[in-house]
């Protein structure tokens, strides 16, 4: 099934190779030559969620073009496509929000499927999390503030993701013990997700392998009309942490659509204090939307090369996808003989907790279906994981907190294009010299 549809106002040469990716990434690709194209694109179709624009050909049609897609209650997503030489000899270089709103020439098109992906997929979980905010708060948002204040999201529970790209970190380990620590030390209402549908196993070692899971649910509520919501499909573990899994097989995750998945859990804010989330190493559009929801995104690291490279990667992507303020890592196994502050120093930001080695502790309360907090109560390693969760509840409870949205969205490239245009009649309004 085809996903948004992009409105694509390129050179013709450009246009086969950009509609070939989007295409393979599932989007219908519409190529527009005129403002009045675009506006009537814009009235028949309501699926169009990104305008690709030539930043050079022609930009009185470009800035026409942009002002239609924010023109009313509109607010479609714009990427400009620019060369740099454009952009130092409007004056703009190092000041250009390029990461956001701009790709420089010359550009490959799967660099820019990427782009589009990525942006599609945060305006889709932007709305999504701006549905349970009064009209205010809301309004705030689209009309380019900064942020809204913790205030406006108290009642919200706290998305936590368990990231890294290189699996056999930990995650699951430090996914299960940090929701259970908050269930039983912290009187909060978890919901543990194992959304790693290719290896995951939360459920294997919480002895809960025959319990429902997203996928076998929603599967049967096509059937039945019905509509479950996670908290209604999550099982309680012995802990009192709500757990569900998204499917225990990789081949039958049809019904998994990423924006369902994405409104679902936001909705799960409204039960729990916190949602816990283990994830595949992949940035396949599931996660990516995951990560667009996430409050915080927890990367776990051991001292070892391999997976000091995958956290320096995924800061890298994080970049891309306007979530790098949001990464802390854990330097799991810290007493392994590498400092954990040469960790950090390498893979670039900082540390939430450190957790010590703990030998086959963790592995006997997997053998037991049991959290190491249930089974080990006084182990050392459980105050580490007590303290990353002490650090949590600190982080969400700070006063002055702000809820940070993409600032693609809340302050578009309106801004830009007006410099622009200033500049660009300033320069020809200049007189021409001669010798």
Request: hydrophobic residues 45%.
């Amino acid at each position: 099934m085809l996903r948004s549809a992009v409105a694509v106002y390129l050179p013709e040469d450009e246009f086969p190779a950009v509609n070939e990716e989007l295409a393979d990434a599932g989007f219908e690709a519409i190529p527009v030559s005129t403002a009045g194209e675009l506006a009537a694109l814009l009235e028949s179709r309501s699926d169009v969620g990104l305008a690709i624009l030539d930043g050079e050909s022609d930009f009185d049609a470009t800035i026409e073009m942009y002002s239609l897609l924010h023109d009313g209650e509109r607010n479609v997503a714009s990427l400009m496509i620019v060369s740099s030489t454009a952009v130092d000899r409007l004056s703009l270089a190092g000041r250009a929000r390029i990461n956001g709103e701009f790709v420089n020439r010359p550009y490959s098109a799967a660099s820019l499927r990427w782009r589009v992906e990525a942006m599609l997929i945060r305006a889709e979980t932007m709305l999504i999390r701006t549905e349970a905010l009064g009209d205010s708060a809301r309004g705030a948002i689209l009309e380019g503030e900064v942020g809204v204040s913790s205030s406006a999201l108290a009642h919200r529970g706290q998305i936590v993701v368990i990231f890294n790209p290189k699996g056999g970190v930990g995650k699951t380990t430090i996914a299960i013990n940090t929701a259970a620590v908050l269930q039983i030390r912290k009187n909060q209402r978890v919901l543990l997700i194992d959304c790693d549908t290719v290896t995951g196993h939360i459920l294997t070692s919480l002895g809960m392998a025959e319990i429902p899971t997203v996928a076998d649910v929603w599967g049967a509520d096509l059937e039945t009309n019905a509509s479950h919501s996670l908290a209604e499909i999550a099982s309680a573990h012995s802990s009192g942490v709500a757990v569900l899994t998204m499917s225990r097989s990789p081949l039958h995750t049809e019904v998994l659509e990423p924006k369902r998945v994405a409104q679902a859990i936001s909705a799960a804010r409204d039960v729990f204090d916190w949602i816990i989330v283990d994830m595949h190493p992949d940035y396949g559009p599931l996660n990516q939307g995951i990560f667009a929801l996430a409050d915080q995104i927890l990367v776990p690291v051991t001292p070892e090369v391999p997976t000091i490279r995958a956290a320096v990667q995924f800061r890298e992507v994080a970049v891309d996808l306007e979530i790098r303020d949001r990464l802390a890592l854990v330097v799991n196994r810290s007493n392994s003989g590498v400092a954990a502050s040469d960790v950090e120093k390498v893979v670039g930001f900082a540390a939430m907790a450190r957790i010590r080695s703990a030998g086959m502790l963790f592995v006997y309360a997997a053998n037991s279906h049991r959290s190491a907090v249930e089974a080990f109560p006084k182990a050392k390693v459980i105050g580490d994981i007590e303290s990353l969760a002490d650090r949590l509840i600190a982080t969400r409870d700070e006063p002055g907190r702000t809820e940070r949205y993409p600032r693609w969205l809340m302050r578009p490239v309106r801004d830009l294009l007006d410099r622009l245009t200033s500049q660009s009649a300033a320069r020809s309004a200049e007189p021409v010299h001669t010798r």
